[in-house]
């Protein structure tokens, strides 16, 4: 389809494109609001119902004391946000907590670690909670920092379904953010991932100080991997206190809505992930964010350190909008 195409589509009949271009990307997110979120639908409706909901559930099983310097972090050891660091969880209080999410309606159960990457003796014990975590038939996912040579290998045979590993902003913007790693390292990483046969789940984080043309540099690059990710977490910049960038400030909601819209028409097949910022953000732009075409969201009250929406909010949120919490958004 040609660029004019897609710029003036508002049909249902829309093909996805194997290549985004910045410029093409940016565009999108610029086209007037109302026939963003028709175009975003039209392609959520393609390819999903879009009456269902994924719910995934977080857990940190190593919290806080890490090297690394994401200024959006507070598990970074670099900044004074209160976290209480805790050693590698036990595995079977990582079961309790998982049989937990499942009896709460999650199909899928996150565990993350703040590491800059896990040792090999982490990368076992962790392999020991996925197993277990996937003998309750729930989907597994790992987000644990960069991987070495051979560490993907060890997860998926343990069951892992999902490793995240997020670009977090634009290739340009990324050097404001973060300086102990390249969004180049973060990329190896997502290769071992793939190479390996586990589920890439990568996405970013909007209001951290990026343009318009960051939004697209970000998407474009998730668009254009090869495959693009089956999951694409889209996250609203929790602003913690002790980090640098408490006092950011905040974006237009609608610009918010507008990515998840371009995430959904440039990764058509994709989950994509209402993430962190739920519990910043009213209803009705969570809505709108449905509408947009996002068909997952963390469920639970925690994310990994912050607060996330509450159940019951959430529960009354979903039957208010008649969405329907499923493992299985497709049909
Ligand atoms: N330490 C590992 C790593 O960084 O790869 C895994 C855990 S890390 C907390 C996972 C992701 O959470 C980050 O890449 C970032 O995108 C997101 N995140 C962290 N703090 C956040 C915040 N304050 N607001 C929004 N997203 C955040
Ligand atoms: C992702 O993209 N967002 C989640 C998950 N992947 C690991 C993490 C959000 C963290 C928000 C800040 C916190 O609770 O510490
Ligand atoms: Fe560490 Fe991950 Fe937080 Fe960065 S995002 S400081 S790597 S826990």
Same mark, same amino acid.
């Given at each position: 389809m040609e660029t004019t195409e897609i710029l003036n589509n508002e049909s249902s009949t829309f093909t996805p494109r194997e290549k985004w271009s910045v410029e093409l990307v940016k565009q999108l997110l610029e086209k007037p609001f109302m026939d963003l979120i028709f175009l975003a639908q039209s392609v959520h409706r393609e390819n999903f119902n879009p009456n269902k909901l994924q719910l995934s559930t977080l857990i940190s099983i190593k919290t806080g004391g890490c090297? *690394? $310097?994401?200024? %959006?972090?507070?598990?970074? !050891?670099?900044?004074?946000?209160g976290v209480k660091d805790d050693d590698l969880m036990q595995v079977s209080d990582v079961l309790k907590a998982a049989s937990i999410a499942k009896a709460n309606g999650a199909s899928r159960f996150c565990m993350g670690a703040a590491w800059r990457g896990p040792k090999d003796r982490d990368v076992s014990k962790v392999a020991e909670m996925v197993s277990a975590v996937k003998s309750l038939g729930l989907e597994t996912c790992a987000t644990l920092g960069l991987l070495k040579d051979g560490q993907a290998e060890v997860l998926k045979d343990a069951g892992l379904d999902y490793y995240n590993h997020n670009i977090d902003t634009s290739s340009e913007h990324y050097e404001e953010i973060i300086s102990t790693r390249t969004q180049d390292d973060r990329h190896d990483t997502l290769k071992r991932v793939k190479d390996a046969g586990v589920s890439v789940c990568c996405g970013g984080i909007i #209001?951290? #100080? *990026?343009s318009i043309d960051d939004r697209a540099d970000m998407i474009a690059q998730l668009a254009n991997m $090869? @495959? %693009? @990710?089956q999951s694409v977490p889209i996250n609203n910049l !929790?602003?913690?206190?002790?980090? @640098?960038? *408490?006092n950011i400030a905040d974006i237009d909601p609608f610009d918010f809505v507008r990515t998840i819209a371009v995430a959904r028409i440039s990764m058509p097949k994709a989950m994509v992930r209402l993430s962190a910022g739920r519990s910043e953000m009213s209803d009705e732009i969570q809505a709108l964010c449905f509408l947009a075409g996002a068909n997952s969201v963390f469920y639970g009250e925690k994310l990994l350190t912050t607060p996330n929406a509450t159940s019951y909010g959430d529960d009354e949120l979903f039957d208010r909008l008649g969405l329907i919490p499923s493992d299985d958004v497709t049909r």
């Open positions: 090297p *690394e $310097d994401c200024s %959006y972090c507070p598990q970074s !050891v670099r900044f004074n946000t #209001g951290m #100080g *990026e $090869d @495959p %693009y @990710p !929790v602003k913690v206190s002790g980090t @640098p960038m *408490e």
